[in-house]
């Protein structure tokens, strides 16, 4: 059993959705990022655009403590959106403390993308900033995937998920 799978993927993408289908079959504790990151900070989320990156990355790696040495699914990103809708990449030094041992990258139609957001939150990205963005959490997750030895599951939104089931089993 993989101890933390980090679910990695853009804001409307599915991946709360992917790892409540995960935690269904295999019971694994989830938990997203913002939320860890409100719980132990005073961080106040009003939009998918942030403007404490670091102060909030710092607040997530205390609050994950309290999981480790359990099996946890942990949904974030690689990337986030800045004041200015530009594409802020995480420091590859946050993953080295959130240990991930299997990196699970989920995709969508940006169309789709564009879509759920709007559903869900009222608002939304340009398509262009919503695609420019999965381009680069897709390539920041396998690179650092790559680069410290861990694996990386591609996985579409809405697919089956027995596949990653029994890749994290």
Same mark, same amino acid.
């Given at each position: 059993?993989?101890?933390? $799978?980090?679910?990695?993927?853009?804001? #409307?993408?599915?991946? +709360?959705?992917?790892?409540?289908?995960?935690?269904?079959?295999?019971?694994?504790?989830? %938990?997203?990022?913002?939320?860890?990151?409100?719980?132990?900070?005073?961080?106040?989320?009003?939009?998918? $655009?942030?403007?404490?990156?670091?102060?909030?990355?710092?607040?997530?790696?205390?609050?994950?403590?309290?999981?480790?040495?359990? !099996?946890?699914?942990?949904? #974030?990103?690689?990337?986030?959106?800045?004041?200015?809708?530009?594409?802020?990449?995480?420091?590859?030094?946050? &993953?080295?403390?959130?240990? !991930?041992?299997?990196?699970?990258?989920?995709?969508?139609?940006?169309?789709?993308?564009?879509?759920?957001?709007?559903?869900?939150? #009222?608002?939304? &990205? !340009?398509?262009?900033?919503?695609?420019?963005?999965?381009?680069?959490?897709?390539?920041? +997750?396998?690179? &650092?995937?790559?680069?410290?030895?861990? !694996?990386? $599951?591609?996985?579409?939104? #809405?697919?089956?998920? +027995?596949?990653?089931?029994?890749?994290? %089993?």
């Amino acid at each position: 059993m993989n101890k933390l $799978v980090f679910i990695s993927g853009v804001h #409307g993408v599915g991946k +709360s959705t992917l790892c409540g289908k995960i935690n269904d079959a295999l019971y694994i504790k989830v %938990k997203s990022c913002s939320d860890i990151i409100k719980d132990n900070s005073v961080y106040i989320e009003n939009s998918k $655009v942030v403007d404490k990156a670091e102060a909030n990355q710092n607040a997530l790696i205390f609050g994950l403590t309290e999981f480790r040495n359990n !099996p946890l699914l942990l949904d #974030g990103h690689f990337c986030l959106i800045g004041q200015n809708e530009e594409i802020i990449e995480l420091d590859f030094k946050i &993953f080295d403390q959130i240990s !991930p041992t299997l990196i699970i990258n989920i995709t969508a139609s940006a169309k789709v993308i564009y879509r759920r957001m709007m559903e869900r939150d #009222g608002s939304t &990205f !340009p398509l262009s900033l919503i695609d420019d963005l999965q381009i680069q959490e897709t390539k920041n +997750s396998h690179e &650092f995937g790559k680069l410290r030895g861990i !694996p990386v $599951v591609n996985y579409e939104s #809405g697919s089956d998920v +027995s596949k990653l089931v029994n890749i994290i %089993k």
